[in-house]
Every structure is written in structure tokens, then in C-alpha cells.
């Protein structure tokens, strides 16, 4: 098992950015598809964005499309998530997770992920 420990959250206004990491630790890191998820109060866990292994395929959901970057440090066994222009829709919890197979194809659902990190809070204010 991969153990993921995700940081970077906190409280900020709409229109500010943030960056989360998410710590692995295992040398499976850099052969799974790496991915963060959201889950609001009352809400099911939404995915927001996937990173292949080689950190070279990306896929997004439409809702954070062209304001979220992911991206992967191998090296440090750290994934990112850059936030810009936030919206008080994008207050909750984020986890990071690992793919459960060794394949390139990014998937999509929360079902599809094997290890997972306690989650950081994000609240984004009017």
C-alpha cells in the first residue's frame, strides 16, 4: 500500500490560488496514474484531475478546466495541484489518490483507485 498525505489546503477568497501536494511513499509512485478527487459536505467524491505516470497525460474535469493544473514530481514522489481562480464552488475536501493498475489509461472514477490520503480542506470565501 501507498501512503498519501496531502497538504497545501486552507481558507482563501474567491479569485486567489493555492497549490496542494500530496507525499508518497512507496516505489510504486511513478508507475501509477495519480489522481485528485473532491468531496463536498453532502456530496459524493468528484473527480478534478489525473496525471499518468510519465507526467505527460493529463485529463480534467470540466468544472476546473483551464484554472487547475496537476502535475507530478517522481523524483520527490509528490503530486501537485495548482488552483487558480477559485470559486466558493470548489470548497471541500481534497484527496489524492493512486490508480489500482499499472496502466497509462487515466480514469475518471473514485472506484478506480486503490490508496488514498486522509484528504486537505479547501474553503474558498465570496
Known amino acids: 500500500q501507498v501512503q498519501l498525505v496531502e497538504s497545501g489546503g486552507g481558507l482563501v477568497q474567491a479569485g486567489d490560488s493555492l497549490r496542494l501536494s500530496c507525499a508518497a511513499s512507496?516505489?510504486?509512485?511513478?508507475?501509477?496514474?495519480m489522481g485528485w478527487f473532491r468531496q463536498a459536505p453532502g456530496e459524493e467524491r468528484e473527480f478534478v484531475a489525473a496525471?499518468?505516470?510519465?507526467?505527460?497525460?493529463?485529463v480534467y474535469a470540466d468544472s476546473v478546466k483551464g484554472r487547475f493544473t496537476i502535475s507530478r514530481d517522481n523524483a520527490e514522489n509528490t503530486l501537485y495541484l495548482q488552483m487558480n481562480s477559485l470559486k466558493p464552488e470548489d470548497t471541500a475536501v481534497y484527496y489524492c489518490a493512486t490508480d489500482r493498475t499499472y496502466t497509462e489509461i487515466i480514469k475518471k472514477q473514485w472506484y478506480d483507485y486503490e490508496d488514498w490520503g486522509r484528504g486537505t480542506q479547501v474553503t474558498v470565501s465570496s
Open positions: 512507496g516505489r510504486t509512485f511513478s508507475s501509477r496514474v
Open positions: 496525471v499518468s505516470g510519465s507526467g505527460r497525460s493529463t
